[in-house]
């Protein structure tokens, strides 16, 4: 029997683009695309988007507070009063949506929702000129740290802002929806100048 | 380039640089920088196109894109604006409406039938006897229009773009400009909207406070929110910004005297940016009417341009200094006259029937315009006449909205500066920018703005010489047909506007909206300033339609193990908005394998509900017509939604898989809509229940056939007999070594196992199902094999085989409603249905003969229409065609022989109320 490995939905694509790809746990990840140095260039001085599909996602929906306050490093993004998304290192989603169940009793429903997304980072100082081709939401009304729901390349995503050494935007997509939403924002990367980057060179933002 | 003046600083051409265009098909040498009107007119081209109606020749106008006399088909676009667009070497130009040629234009006897061609002459001729207007129209239409419609398919790539700045400006003038330095040098994001191409002005300044410019970029509507659309050569701008200000200026407008439309006839906008832009003269003997000293600017132009100058002053008492230039005093232009182009005009005094004729080929009115206030009328701000400006003017804002400029009637540079400054400080302040000396600058540039500028002359509305002229060009409209048509009734500029279409072509009223008011209040007997301009309406400025459109984005839906089907070269098809595997090979193979060993078909695109919390069960019991709390843990049931009418929404399984947790299926295509039904109606009943739409976490395959079990075997180390895992049983267990969530049950009518598990693990499951199948030969079927499979067992797909009036008796699906329950949705409307009996059934059929009855064929009854083919197929396995039909009530008994009819083809077909494969489910609970 062969072993059971995780990729994201569109690894293919990434394959075709010179993906080398790492594991974690039962995951592949795209580490980069074969230069890191240009990728964090990229990430410098142009717009970039990286697959972050493989995060930890945790949904808490309900009484949440009790949930929130012991989603340790664990990065919360509140997108409402009841609904909150729990973003972790990969492999982590088990370990947390037990921690965050035992915190809620039956306050709020907590699920595992690692499968549910496809995840982007999209980076860079081109941010603003990317997310103004792909959206006609208003990034300024999402404060950093911050997170809302908002239609990007006219697919409904949940979106965190992380505004780091750089401003990074996460971006999570329905997974039946994320090859699409993968190549309609990589097109538009690509035409501003930007190009894919792998998870070494967004986590040399300081992104987690 | 016949007609080049010297060169000299500040032209907008490139000597050094020559381009070529194809004039159809004559070359045209033109420098880089020229306009396409330009260049023509270096080269010494009069006529620029023929006018709507009449065919009569006109020429370059405005040079700024705001009439309609030199719209061309340039590399195949119809209407582009010759006189704005830049040209390119090797573009295609033509001109339009003309045969055989705007020069030669056989249609010009249409100009001496203008008689018989009154406003709306269509309405009223033609249309007796009813034959003939059919056999006129097509004749009307081909000798009137605006050029041809590309018929290839544009893929030109197309952009839109989102703009959220805090100011935006609208107008890249001088009032724009200075707005837009005022409202980024106090620190608001700031946007200009700017139709040119080559910014004049201080715009330097506006850049350097860090303001966008955006040149050749033209607002062309305003919407709700508001919402700016504006639109660049392949870009359309959506701007939403916190403050708008107008500096929209104000539109160059004409003189109406006779053959007022003749080539040479032009505004001083055109004589200007000839001369100075592009170098070209735009004649040699000019007459320059004016009332303003803006026409002794314009008389200097052309002087220093070569030609010999008159200039006709409505004044009585003009400047003294004239540069030597002719003044004829208190006089106006009367009349002009020439054929394809002017060649002599009457002046005299206003309202005069003599005049002294003038030998000239170019006649430049100059000095009179009209707020372009289009835009800013949008918004919903009220304009008011003005007696010192003879103009519309805003006299009510609507909240974060500004005008500067000649929008708002500034009549000098200093004011419309002012204007714009104070504009823009308010508006930067309005987003919480107010600068440390924001109330004394503004009490400063507010006494600066109120500066008076020249009192305004209009020319006559008229003249009283024989002879068309032309209040809208666009549309051929003249004085005399707007008095004919007020004199019919139509006696408002918006019943004018929908009768003789002025205001309404190409320019939008750029060009015709002064004069048409005016020619309005004369006629009806009113005033200008009782007659205020029409509706203001997007699009104020020409859009693409292909630009309009923007991006051509189709998000599609794909399961984790589409790249697994791809390269199993499947063939896809759309199902909803997902993208599934239609067939790999041959359907018909795909069927006998599922039927006689074992296949698998990816079914992620389910749509997956995790309903839990202490009152799930009473939720579903609420939701469905179904029992629920009575289910078992690790128990299925079939289950069908009903809306409140008890029309049929959808169907699927429901798994118990905890006392207060299930697992809940429905169809691909409404996964969308019953999420928000469920949604909605959670929200309205008391229960405590979490609702989570997990479609996409779960992919799902379905191995199904008679060595189904043998594959599952190969898969895991759980017990899936027959004791252990029953039909309709659920239950975690873990697959190629992944958890997942495994159904018995079977839509293809064979044993079988539907797996859901982590999405993200597709691929390796779609493999390892592929692996653990081989030796039972598993083969992966698509949609048609499972069509075709369902069909036999006369399994309904919800949406296909029933409409928004099927209800579930007549279905024959009746058996899962529990009517002894107090309450669920649908059950008041199901209890008169119940009462009044079914009017139809649906029923399967199988038909005689080779011909399969497509879906939609009709079932007649002695020629009548009486019911509907919804599903068929030909099976194999039964050697027949098949599928699923709604007939009469009464013919749902088995051998019933009914006709169904498809175009000119008939069958004859007959019921059969029981599965036409394995119809006691043996081998569905094998």
């Keep these: 029997m062969r072993t059971a490995t995780r990729r994201s939905p569109f690894a293919d694509a990434q394959a075709a683009l010179g993906a080398v790809v790492e594991p974690r746990g039962d995951w592949e990840l795209v580490a980069s695309y074969g230069d890191e140095d240009a990728e964090r260039a990229l990430l410098r001085e142009a717009v970039a988007v990286a697959d972050i599909t493989c995060r930890a996602k945790v949904d808490v929906r309900g009484r949440v507070d009790a949930a929130l306050a012991v989603a340790g490093d664990s990065f919360v993004a509140r997108i409402a ?8 290192e990969p492999g982590d989603e088990a370990s947390i949506a037990s921690r965050l169940q035992a915190a809620a009793r039956d306050d709020a429903m907590v699920t595992d929702v690692t499968h549910l997304y496809g995840g982007f980072a999209l980076a860079g100082p081109g941010l603003p000129e990317l997310l103004a081709r792909l959206t006609s939401w208003d990034p300024a009304s999402l404060a950093p740290g911050s997170a809302t729901g908002a239609p990007i390349a006219d697919v409904r995503m949940v979106l965190a802002r992380r505004d780091l050494e750089v401003p990074v935007l996460e971006a999570y997509a329905a997974t039946e929806l994320s090859r699409y939403a993968w190549e309609t924002i990589l097109g538009v990367v690509r035409a501003l100048g930007g190009g894919p980057v792998g998870w070494n060179a967004l986590r040399s933002t300081g992104w987690r | 380039m016949t007609d080049r003046l010297p060169e000299r600083p500040g032209e907008a051409i490139r000597r050094d640089r020559k381009v070529t265009l194809d004039f159809e098909g004559r070359r045209v040498e033109a420098y880089e920088g020229d306009t396409v009107g330009s260049a023509l007119a270096a080269a010494g081209v009069t006529i620029t196109s023929r006018s709507f109606k009449y065919h009569r020749p006109r020429g370059l106008l405005c040079m700024t894109g705001s009439c309609p006399n030199c719209l061309m088909q340039i590399d195949g676009i119809p209407n582009v604006r010759a006189c704005t667009e830049p040209v390119r070497d090797g573009m295609r130009v033509e001109r339009q409406n003309a045969w055989p040629s705007v020069d030669r234009d056989v ?13 709306g002459f269509y309405y009223k001729v033609f249309q007796r006897p009813r034959w003939a207007w059919p056999l006129v129209e097509p004749f009307i239409r081909s000798k009137a229009g605006l050029g041809k419609v590309p018929r290839e398919p544009d893929h030109d790539p197309r952009e839109v773009v989102n703009l959220h700045p805090d100011v935006l400006v609208i107008g890249g003038g001088v009032a724009g400009l200075a707005a837009a330095a005022e409202a980024a040098g106090a620190g608001a994001s700031t946007v200009v909207l700017e139709q040119r191409r080559d910014l004049e002005g201080p715009f330097a300044e506006a850049e350097a406070a860090g303001a966008r410019v955006l040149a050749e970029t033209s607002a062309f509507g305003v919407f709700e929110g508001p919402l700016v659309a504006a639109a660049s050569p392949g870009t359309l701008y959506r701007l939403r910004a916190r403050h708008l200000v107008f500096a929209t200026g104000s539109v160059e407008q004409g003189a109406v005297f006779p053959n007022n439309d003749l080539p040479g006839v032009m505004l001083s906008s055109a004589a200007e940016r000839l001369v100075h832009r592009y170098r070209v003269r735009p004649g040699r003997r000019a007459v320059v009417l004016t009332s303003n000293d803006a026409g002794y600017e314009t008389a200097r132009t052309l002087r220093e341009a070569g030609a010999e100058v008159v200039l006709v002053d409505l004044r009585p008492e003009p400047p003294a200094n004239a540069d030597g230039v002719r ?69 009510e804002l609507p909240a974060n909205v500004h005008a500067a400029g000649g929008v708002a009637g500034a009549r000098s540079g200093a004011a419309a500066e002012a204007q714009g400054r104070l504009a823009g400080l308010e508006a930067a302040a309005g987003v919480g920018r107010a600068r440390a000396d924001h109330a004394g600058r503004i009490a400063e540039l507010r006494a600066r703005a109120a500066e008076a500028g020249d009192p305004v002359i209009l020319p006559p509305e008229v003249s009283p010489h024989d002879g068309k002229q032309f209040a809208c060009l666009c549309m051929d409209v003249t004085n005399k047909e707007l008095k004919t048509a007020v004199a019919e009734g139509f006696d408002s500029m918006e019943l004018l506007k929908r009768y003789t279409t002025i205001t309404m072509g190409p320019c939008q009223g750029k060009a015709c909206m002064l004069a048409s008011q005016r020619l309005c209040a004369r006629a009806t007997g009113s005033s200008f300033a009782g007659t205020a301009p029409t509706t203001a309406r997007p699009p104020w ?59 698998v078909i990816d079914v992620s695109s389910l749509g997956k509900f995790r309903v839990r919390g202490p009152d799930a069960a009473a939720f579903l019991e609420r939701l469905y017509p179904n029992r629920f709390a009575d289910q078992a843990v690790g128990r299925v049931r079939y289950g069908v939604m009903l809306n409140d009418e008890g029309v049929i929404l959808d169907d699927g399984a429901v798994c118990r898989v905890g006392d207060d947790e299930f697992f809940v299926t429905v169809t691909t295509g409404n996964t969308a809509a019953l999420e928000r039904w469920m949604t909605w109606w959670l929200a309205d009943w008391p229960f405590d229940v979490q609702l989570l739409n997990v479609t ?25 007999s027959a004791e252990a895992m029953p039909y309709l049983s659920c239950g975690p267990l873990e697959v190629a070594g992944v958890p997942a969530i495994v159904l018995r049950i079977g839509f293809v009518g064979e044993l079988g196992f539907e797996i859901h598990f982590p999405s993200m693990y597709g691929g390796h499951v779609w493999d390892a199902v592929l692996e653990a199948g081989e030796p039972y030969g598993i083969a992966p079927f698509g949609l048609e094999a499972q069509r075709i499979l369902r069909l036999e067992k006369q399994h309904i797909l919800v949406g296909q085989d029933t409409d928004a009036e099927s209800d579930p008796y007549e279905a024959g699906l009746g058996w899962v409603v529990k009517d002894e329950k107090p309450d669920f949705l649908g059950k008041r409307s199901l209890e008169d249905l119940r009462r009044d009996g079914p009017r139809e059934r649906l029923v399967g059929f199988t038909s005689e003969g080779e011909w399969v009855p497509p879906e939609g064929a009709s079932v007649v009854h002695e020629g009548v229409w009486v019911g509907r083919v919804t599903s068929s197929r030909w099976s194999e396995t039964l050697d027949t065609a098949l599928g699923l039909a709604w007939v009469p009530a009464g013919w749902a008994n088995d051998g019933t022989e009914f006709e169904i009819q498809f175009g000119g083809t008939h069958a004859v077909a007959h019921v059969a109320t029981s599965p036409f494969y394995d119809p006691k489910g043996e081998r569905l609970r094998s």
């Design chain 2, 541 to 599: 400025t020409p859009v693409e339609l292909g630009t309009l459109a923007g991006w051509r984005r189709t998000p599609r839906k794909e399961s984790t193990m589409h790249d697994r089907h791809a390269s199993a070269d499947a063939d896809f098809m759309w199902a909803g908005d997902w993208r599934r595997p239609h067939h790999y090979t041959d359907p018909a193979a795909e069927v006998e394998a599922v039927r006689t060993r074992v296949g």
């Design chain 2, 696 to 720: 996409g976490a779960f992919g799902a395959v379905n191995v199904a056939g008679p060595r189904a079990r043998d594959a599952m075997r190969s898969l895991t180390g759980g017990d899936v």
């Design chain 1, 81 to 88: 009063a009841d609904w909150a998304l729990v973003l972790g």
């Design chain 2, 327 to 395: 003044v004829i005093a208190g006089s106006t232009v009367l009349s002009a006259s020439g054929r394809r182009r002017v060649s002599s005009v009457s002046v005299g005094p206003p309202g005069s029937t003599g005049g002294d004729r003038i030998a000239c080929d170019v006649v430049v009115t100059a000095g009179f315009a009209a707020p372009s206030a289009n835009l800013l009328a949008m918004t919903g701000a009220r304009v008011a006449f003005d007696e010192s400006a003879k103009a519309f003017l805003p006299v």
């Design chain 2, 107 to 119: 249609h010009g006897w249409l100009n001496s039938l203008s008689f018989m061609m009154p406003p």
